[in-house]
Protein backbone atom coordinates (compact mmCIF):
# COMPACT_ATOMS: atom_id res chain seq x y z
CA UNK A 1 0.00 0.00 0.00
CA UNK A 2 1.31 3.15 -1.12
CA UNK A 3 1.50 6.05 2.09
CA UNK A 4 1.05 9.61 1.24
CA UNK A 5 2.23 11.75 3.77
CA UNK A 6 1.04 15.55 4.09
CA UNK A 7 2.60 18.34 5.12
CA UNK A 8 2.61 20.70 7.52
CA UNK A 9 -0.75 19.44 9.06
CA UNK A 10 -2.00 22.97 9.61
CA UNK A 11 -0.67 25.79 8.10
CA UNK A 12 -1.39 29.36 8.87
CA UNK A 13 -2.24 32.13 6.69
CA UNK A 14 -3.75 35.69 5.47
CA UNK A 15 -5.83 36.13 3.09
CA UNK A 16 -4.33 37.39 -0.24
CA UNK A 17 -0.95 34.95 1.22
CA UNK A 18 0.89 32.22 -0.95
CA UNK A 19 0.27 28.86 0.04
CA UNK A 20 2.45 25.88 -0.11
CA UNK A 21 1.23 22.49 0.90
CA UNK A 22 3.10 18.91 0.64
CA UNK A 23 2.21 15.55 -0.25
CA UNK A 24 4.72 13.00 -0.35
CA UNK A 25 4.46 9.32 -1.32
CA UNK A 26 6.12 6.35 0.09
CA UNK A 27 6.74 5.08 -3.76
CA UNK A 28 6.69 6.46 -7.25
CA UNK A 29 3.49 7.58 -8.25
CA UNK A 30 4.80 8.79 -12.12
CA UNK A 31 1.82 11.91 -12.36
CA UNK A 32 -0.93 10.09 -10.58
CA UNK A 33 -1.64 12.23 -7.93
CA UNK A 34 -4.82 14.59 -7.33
CA UNK A 35 -5.91 17.18 -4.89
CA UNK A 36 -9.42 17.78 -3.03
CA UNK A 37 -10.13 20.80 -1.32
CA UNK A 38 -13.21 19.93 1.88
CA UNK A 39 -15.07 22.82 3.50
CA UNK A 40 -16.47 20.94 7.00
CA UNK A 41 -20.15 19.52 5.93
CA UNK A 42 -19.15 19.02 2.48
CA UNK A 43 -17.63 16.46 0.26
CA UNK A 44 -14.08 16.61 -1.48
CA UNK A 45 -13.64 18.53 -4.49
CA UNK A 46 -11.62 17.77 -6.69
CA UNK A 47 -9.15 20.42 -7.55
CA UNK A 48 -6.03 18.84 -9.35
CA UNK A 49 -5.75 15.28 -11.14
CA UNK A 50 -2.77 13.98 -12.74
CA UNK A 51 -0.34 15.97 -10.29
CA UNK A 52 -0.63 19.41 -12.42
CA UNK A 53 -4.05 19.71 -14.35
CA UNK A 54 -6.95 21.62 -12.70
CA UNK A 55 -10.53 19.88 -12.69
CA UNK A 56 -13.04 21.62 -14.03
CA UNK A 57 -14.12 24.80 -12.86
CA UNK A 58 -11.10 25.69 -10.77
CA UNK A 59 -9.13 28.83 -10.87
CA UNK A 60 -6.31 29.34 -12.13
CA UNK A 61 -4.53 30.56 -8.04
CA UNK A 62 -4.47 26.75 -7.44
CA UNK A 63 -1.93 25.01 -9.51
CA UNK A 64 -0.26 21.79 -8.79
CA UNK A 65 3.21 20.50 -9.33
CA UNK A 66 5.35 17.49 -8.80
CA UNK A 67 6.20 13.99 -9.98
CA UNK A 68 7.45 10.89 -8.87
CA UNK A 69 7.29 10.76 -5.00
CA UNK A 70 6.90 14.67 -4.25
CA UNK A 71 3.86 16.46 -4.77
CA UNK A 72 2.92 20.54 -4.75
CA UNK A 73 -0.41 22.24 -3.72
CA UNK A 74 0.12 25.96 -4.55
CA UNK A 75 -2.74 28.75 -3.74
CA UNK A 76 -0.95 31.77 -5.07
CA UNK A 77 -3.08 34.68 -3.28
CA UNK A 78 -5.28 32.88 -0.93
CA UNK A 79 -9.22 34.13 -0.82
CA UNK A 80 -11.49 34.06 1.94
CA UNK A 81 -12.88 31.09 0.69
CA UNK A 82 -9.84 28.89 0.60
CA UNK A 83 -9.42 28.56 3.85
CA UNK A 84 -10.18 24.32 3.95
CA UNK A 85 -8.36 21.13 4.68
CA UNK A 86 -6.49 19.55 1.67
CA UNK A 87 -5.92 16.19 0.98
CA UNK A 88 -4.28 14.57 -1.61
CA UNK A 89 -4.84 11.18 -3.37
CA UNK A 90 -2.69 8.63 -5.41
CA UNK A 91 -4.23 6.52 -8.26
CA UNK A 92 -1.25 4.85 -9.34
CA UNK A 93 -1.50 1.37 -7.44
CA UNK A 94 -4.80 -0.35 -5.78
CA UNK A 95 -5.59 0.47 -3.48
CA UNK A 96 -6.07 3.94 -3.44
CA UNK A 97 -5.07 5.85 -1.02
CA UNK A 98 -5.60 9.34 1.12
CA UNK A 99 -2.83 11.57 2.63
CA UNK A 100 -4.21 12.61 6.42
CA UNK A 101 -4.93 16.24 5.21
CA UNK A 102 -3.35 19.79 5.76
CA UNK A 103 -5.67 22.40 7.05
CA UNK A 104 -5.11 25.78 6.02
CA UNK A 105 -6.66 27.97 8.72
CA UNK A 106 -6.72 31.85 8.99
CA UNK A 107 -3.87 33.53 10.80
CA UNK B 1 -25.14 16.47 -15.15
CA UNK B 2 -24.01 13.67 -13.03
CA UNK B 3 -25.65 12.87 -9.56
CA UNK B 4 -25.03 10.59 -6.34
CA UNK B 5 -27.21 9.72 -3.69
CA UNK B 6 -26.40 7.49 -0.79
CA UNK B 7 -29.39 6.01 0.78
CA UNK B 8 -29.44 3.94 3.84
CA UNK B 9 -29.68 3.41 7.53
CA UNK B 10 -28.20 5.69 9.89
CA UNK B 11 -28.03 3.97 12.80
CA UNK B 12 -26.92 0.22 12.68
CA UNK B 13 -26.03 -2.09 15.71
CA UNK B 14 -22.45 -3.20 16.84
CA UNK B 15 -21.41 -6.69 15.17
CA UNK B 16 -24.69 -6.04 12.59
CA UNK B 17 -23.91 -5.30 8.69
CA UNK B 18 -24.08 -1.64 7.40
CA UNK B 19 -26.30 -1.54 4.34
CA UNK B 20 -25.89 1.57 1.79
CA UNK B 21 -26.81 2.21 -1.58
CA UNK B 22 -25.74 4.55 -4.38
CA UNK B 23 -28.08 5.77 -6.93
CA UNK B 24 -27.03 7.93 -10.00
CA UNK B 25 -28.69 9.79 -11.63
CA UNK B 26 -28.11 11.82 -14.96
CA UNK B 27 -25.85 9.03 -16.74
CA UNK B 28 -25.75 5.14 -16.85
CA UNK B 29 -23.73 3.30 -14.87
CA UNK B 30 -22.83 0.74 -17.32
CA UNK B 31 -22.19 3.37 -20.09
CA UNK B 32 -18.14 3.67 -19.41
CA UNK B 33 -15.41 1.47 -17.46
CA UNK B 34 -15.84 3.78 -14.56
CA UNK B 35 -14.45 2.39 -11.17
CA UNK B 36 -17.55 3.72 -8.89
CA UNK B 37 -16.00 4.50 -5.55
CA UNK B 38 -16.95 4.16 -2.09
CA UNK B 39 -15.58 6.51 0.77
CA UNK B 40 -15.94 7.55 4.39
CA UNK B 41 -14.85 9.89 6.64
CA UNK B 42 -15.12 9.20 10.64
CA UNK B 43 -15.89 12.21 12.30
CA UNK B 44 -13.07 15.04 12.61
CA UNK B 45 -10.75 12.73 10.78
CA UNK B 46 -9.61 12.19 7.50
CA UNK B 47 -10.83 10.47 4.09
CA UNK B 48 -10.27 6.47 3.95
CA UNK B 49 -10.78 4.54 0.87
CA UNK B 50 -13.16 1.61 1.10
CA UNK B 51 -13.49 0.43 -2.84
CA UNK B 52 -14.29 0.18 -5.91
CA UNK B 53 -16.54 -1.04 -8.64
CA UNK B 54 -16.81 -1.49 -12.27
CA UNK B 55 -20.36 -2.32 -13.84
CA UNK B 56 -19.35 -5.71 -14.86
CA UNK B 57 -19.08 -6.28 -11.31
CA UNK B 58 -14.82 -6.23 -10.66
CA UNK B 59 -13.78 -4.96 -7.56
CA UNK B 60 -11.54 -3.67 -5.53
CA UNK B 61 -11.38 -2.82 -1.84
CA UNK B 62 -9.15 -1.74 0.93
CA UNK B 63 -6.92 -4.43 2.44
CA UNK B 64 -7.71 -3.52 5.83
CA UNK B 65 -11.29 -4.19 5.14
CA UNK B 66 -11.35 -6.68 2.73
CA UNK B 67 -12.71 -9.11 4.86
CA UNK B 68 -16.18 -7.59 5.71
CA UNK B 69 -16.66 -5.60 2.34
CA UNK B 70 -18.92 -6.54 0.07
CA UNK B 71 -19.54 -4.11 -3.47
CA UNK B 72 -22.44 -4.65 -6.14
CA UNK B 73 -23.94 -3.13 -8.54
CA UNK B 74 -27.35 -3.28 -10.13
CA UNK B 75 -27.18 -1.63 -13.79
CA UNK B 76 -31.36 -1.82 -14.04
CA UNK B 77 -31.46 0.19 -11.29
CA UNK B 78 -28.32 2.25 -12.12
CA UNK B 79 -27.25 1.63 -8.39
CA UNK B 80 -24.33 0.25 -6.80
CA UNK B 81 -24.16 -1.05 -3.05
CA UNK B 82 -22.00 -1.49 -0.10
CA UNK B 83 -22.02 -3.59 2.87
CA UNK B 84 -20.17 -3.98 5.75
CA UNK B 85 -20.05 -6.72 8.04
CA UNK B 86 -19.38 -6.89 11.93
CA UNK B 87 -19.77 -3.29 12.68
CA UNK B 88 -17.65 -1.39 15.62
CA UNK B 89 -17.98 2.07 16.48
CA UNK B 90 -14.74 2.53 14.67
CA UNK B 91 -16.88 2.31 11.82
CA UNK B 92 -18.90 5.24 12.54
CA UNK B 93 -18.51 7.51 9.92
CA UNK B 94 -19.82 9.80 6.64
CA UNK B 95 -19.79 7.37 4.28
CA UNK B 96 -19.46 8.63 0.35
CA UNK B 97 -20.06 7.27 -3.19
CA UNK B 98 -18.15 8.73 -6.01
CA UNK B 99 -17.31 8.40 -9.49
CA UNK B 100 -13.87 9.25 -11.12
CA UNK B 101 -13.03 11.37 -13.80
CA UNK B 102 -11.28 8.63 -15.64
CA UNK B 103 -12.23 5.48 -17.15
CA UNK B 104 -10.45 2.03 -16.96
CA UNK B 105 -8.74 3.44 -13.65
CA UNK B 106 -9.24 3.71 -9.83
CA UNK B 107 -9.29 7.34 -10.70
CA UNK B 108 -9.30 10.60 -9.33
CA UNK B 109 -13.15 11.10 -8.06
CA UNK B 110 -14.69 14.23 -9.73
CA UNK B 111 -18.62 13.55 -8.40
CA UNK B 112 -19.47 12.98 -5.11
CA UNK B 113 -22.73 12.11 -3.39
CA UNK B 114 -23.36 14.53 -0.44
CA UNK B 115 -22.22 11.61 2.31
CA UNK B 116 -24.65 9.97 4.63
CA UNK B 117 -23.59 9.49 8.27
CA UNK B 118 -23.82 6.37 9.89
CA UNK B 119 -23.31 6.21 13.22
CA UNK B 120 -22.61 2.49 15.07
CA UNK B 121 -24.13 2.22 18.53
CA UNK B 122 -26.55 -0.22 20.50
Known amino acids: EIVLTQSPATLSLSPGERATLSCRAS??????LAWYQQKPGQAPRLLIY???NRATGIPARFSGSGSGTDFTLTISSLEPEDFAVYYC?????????FGGGTKVEIK | QLQLQESGPGLVKPSETLSLTCTVS??????????WGWIRQPPGKGLEWIGS???????YSNSSLKSRVTISVDTSKNQFSLKLSSVTAADTAVYYC??????????????WGQGTLVTVSS
Open chain 2, 98 to 111: ARPLGVNTGGHFQH
Open chain 2, 26 to 35: GGSISSSNYY
Open chain 2, 53 to 59: ILYSGRT
Open chain 1, 27 to 32: QSLSSY
Open chain 1, 50 to 52: DAS
Open chain 1, 89 to 97: QQRSTWPLT
